[in-house]
């Protein structure tokens, strides 16, 4: 089976993209795929008559990225683009994914989560992992995502939106501080910050706008941190995120020695440990997501609460979602193919949505 691992992009987030489409790449080599890493923004620079089923003949195994802590903006990615070009997708980009048996989407952040890059290979019938477009837009856009968790019950932090063009100050909240303030369509903790007063709300606001045309400001739900991935149905045992100073921030994500991860989680009620479960495998559902994803929680003394839900959950070195299926009995490269196997078989039932 031939896979291109498409990665990168133009998102916020394009080089924890490219560390996961790195890890992705070589394990499905090892698992006897035909598989080649794909940069969504830069493209594929074929050969001179060469086609592109040529590019899944190399075996060349691609290195683990360093992740940078460097926030991306649009100048520094456009910059990489040696002839000046924005379009999404580079050159050969898409005559490459029209090669492959199917797209594995290892994208994150923006453009890469947010249903475009998915209607794109819609459009041209190309199998992808994965959710579909809209859910992916649904699930990108934190509004959305929780308006739909809480007409289906699940519990969830209370909140507002508060567009660019209302300005980042002067806001009345219908919570007390401390608040959590997030660009609403983004990923990795990037422009996330935990708010006490009015003076850092507007600046936090100011900070969002920077990425986003609209900010989420939730309330702050204080307690244990979990995150707890399902594969094809199947809810993996969670994993504690437990940081050493702060909170659980892009560096503390994507760097290591910041933060323990712990799985499965020690001294957890089983009874609260199967409610996150039965919770993560309904609240995919509610978001319409499909094949894989991952939902995060907190849990206290008011019960269980879902933060958000991820439809492509990283898999660098340092993710979560790898992390539990290891310790469930799923080494890294039966876990990408078992998210291949599962949307094959989505596909093939015509349930792809």
Known sequence: MKIAVLAGGRSTERNV??????RITNALREQGYQSTFIDLFLGYDLPAGASAESVFEDANTSK????SDAILTDADINALREDGSTELFGPNVLEICKAADIVFLALHGGDGENGKVQAVLDLNNIRYTGSGSTASGVCMNKVYSKELMLYNNIQTAAFVEIKRDQGSKGHKL???YPVVVKPTSGGSSVGTHIVHNDEELAKSLADVFRFDNSAIIEEFIGGREF??????GYAFPAVEI????GWYD???KFQAG???FITPPEDLDPEVHAEMKKVAVEAMDALGLQNYGRIDFF???RGVWVIEGNNLPGMTPLSLLPQEAEKDGDPYGELVESIVKGKMKIYDEGMNN
């Open 299 to 301: 849990t206290n003394d």
């Open 250 to 252: 892009f560096e503390h």
């Open 258 to 260: 910041y933060t323990d």
């Open 242 to 245: 437990k940081v050493h100073d």
């Open 174 to 176: 219908p919570f007390d």
């Open 227 to 232: 995150s707890l991935g399902v594969v094809n």
């Open 17 to 22: 993209s490219i560390s996961s489409g790195y």
């Open 64 to 67: 683990d990225l360093e992740i």
